[in-house]
């Protein structure tokens, strides 16, 4: 079992950059597959980017491709998320998520993820 942590987020100006944090607590971190998400109020989680437990592979959803990064620091058990260039869009809260290898599914759909953080809320004022 893991437990995630993010922290970061708050409120910027459109066209100003956040780093998100998620800390990671329990099991060995470089087991999982991570990923971020997020949801606006009224709208459905989106997937925003997953990165594998080495951190070669990468994946973005449209909306964030060239603009956000998704990165990992297995000695430190923490997973990022570089977001620039943000838009009054990207308001949501954030949430970072763990699967662990071996389990199948799609890692841009939120039910492929069994542990998830409280999230962080990301506020971007035009």
């Known amino acids: 079992q893991v437990q995630l942590v993010e922290s970061g987020g708050g409120l910027v100006q459109a066209g100003g950059s956040l780093r998100l944090s998620c800390a990671a607590s329990?099991?060995?971190?470089?087991?999982?597959?991570l990923g971020w998400f997020r949801q606006a109020p009224g709208k459905e989680r989106e997937f925003v980017a997953s990165?594998?437990?080495?951190?070669?592979?990468?994946n973005y959803g449209d909306s964030v491709k060239g603009r956000f990064t998704i990165s990992r620091d297995n000695a430190k058990s923490t997973l990022y998320l570089q977001m620039n260039s943000l838009k009054p869009d990207d308001t949501a809260v954030y949430y970072c998520?763990?699967?662990?290898?071996?389990?199948?599914?799609?890692?841009?759909?939120?039910?492929?993820?069994?542990?998830w953080g409280q999230g962080t809320q990301v506020t971007v004022s035009s």
């Open positions: 329990g099991r060995t971190f470089n087991s999982y597959i």
């Open positions: 990165i594998s437990w080495r951190g070669i592979s990468t």
């Open positions: 998520a763990a699967q662990s290898l071996g389990n199948s599914g799609n890692y841009y759909d939120p039910r492929f993820y069994h542990y």
